[in-house]
């Protein structure tokens, strides 16, 4: 009888590739250029929001539009208490505020489907920006803060922990009965209601959960700023870069939306840096090109090439036998 192992199961070889580049990550800063940590913070940054994002509106349908709002939290915890409290208590404040926040307007908006939910939590943040610039410039007198700052390898080890409590948290969430609870909200919301889940506790639940990383991740983030102000912290485009990285690089497998969060924030970068002027607007062309002709993302790219790659091995082989029994 064949013994079978997980290495044949193809358990391996994923959970290896993963352990090396938790490895090289968290190693990163012992060997890197300073531009390269900097780098790589602003891509795990997006890979949190993007993942946070997927947690909830990957398995419900849900398109939140609300990370901007829970991100912009966080950056104004850490520049409001960041000179009175200790890093990792502002950090934790950060997440928590982002976590009470959507706990609140989820149990007042997650009865809302379709457009309308996308639409609120898109106003949410557009809400809290204005309300807050309203009250700085009214009622204290100023416009934005001042954060203060910190070394960039602290900023790197702490958005390392971050990203690596979100991944964790995604893969528990999807590999669990929570988990399949969320899915059968997707596919069928009455469905599962008529199956006995508790549809909306669930749903604000997941919501509120979703938002602590994205909270914490504003939070540390803005220590690498000298300045902010609502419209830095609360930019909208916080709300939609998680959704276009979600589906550029394809949400059927786990891995999908952190490739795709990766490459885009990296692409940006290039763009940023050597077109400043015209990197919108190229930016913008390649996402369009991207979704027109690659409709469900990287993965689906990388899954057609390995099946094009096993059918050519399969074909060659086949003809190598033929030949032999010529």
Known sequence: MKKVTFASKGFVAPGLVTLIALVLLATLPRYATAYTIILVTGILMYIILTMSWV???GPTGYVSLAPAAFFGVGIYTSAVLGRALPLPVVIAIGGAASFCLALL?????????GIYFTIFTFGLGELIKN?????????????GRFVILVDNKTIYYVMFIIFVMTLLTAYLVR?????????SIGESEEAADHIGINVTLLKVVTFAISAVFTGAAGAIIATRWTYVDPYIAFNYLYSFMP??????????????????????AYLEEIL?????YYYMLLFGLILVVVILFLPKGLVDLIQRSRAAYRQLRWQKGDGARKHANT
């Open 55 to 57: 947690i909830f509106s």
């Open 105 to 113: 307007i989820g149990a007042l908006t997650l009865r809302l489907r």
């Open 131 to 143: 309300l807050l610039l309203w009250y700085e410039v009214n009622i204290t007198g100023t416009r």
């Open 175 to 183: 590999r669990s009965k929570f988990g399949l609870a969320l899915q």
């Open 243 to 264: 959704v276009l990285m979600a589906i550029f690089g394809g949400m059927g497998l786990f891995y999908g939306p952190i490739l795709g969060a990766a490459v885009i």
């Open 272 to 276: 940023i840096t050597r077109f400043p």
